[in-house]
Nanobody
Framework: QVQLVESGGGLVQPGGSLRLSCAAS????????MGWYRQAPGSQRELVAV???????NYADSVKGRFTISRDSAKNTVYLQMNSLKPTDTDVYYC????????WGQGTQVTVSS
């Protein structure tokens, strides 16, 4: 059973920064990819950023240049550094890991508001 534990969400003012963490219960290189998704109430979950085993990354157009996904293999943790946050970034953020299956964390709330 894979466990993904997210942390780092919270309330931040527009223009501020947050760093989300996703700690996996096994070696993160055992997954084909790990990523961050977000979902607003009544909306579909959407991709924010993903990092593949190779190190290749992809980002949603809405976050390019502001968000950075990274990983620390020693800690089995993937991070999402979010800068220049906007109110439209307000959502619940979910960590995902994928091999033959998709695994999801419990989600962490990010609220951008003055």
């Amino acid at each position: 059973q894979v466990q993904l534990v997210e942390s780092g969400g919270g309330l931040v003012q527009p223009g501020g920064s947050l760093r989300l963490s996703c700690a996996a219960s096994r070696n993160i290189f055992s997954f084909n990819l790990m990523g961050w998704y977000r979902q607003a109430p009544g909306s579909q979950r959407e991709l924010v950023a993903v990092i593949y085993r190779s190190g290749h990354t992809n980002y949603a157009d809405s976050v390019k240049g502001r968000f950075t996904i990274s990983r620390d293999s020693a800690k089995n943790t993937v991070y999402l550094q979010m800068n220049s946050l906007k109110p439209t970034d307000t959502d619940v953020y979910y960590c995902k890991a994928a091999d033959s299956w998709d695994y999801w964390g419990q989600g962490t709330q990010v609220t951008v508001s003055s």
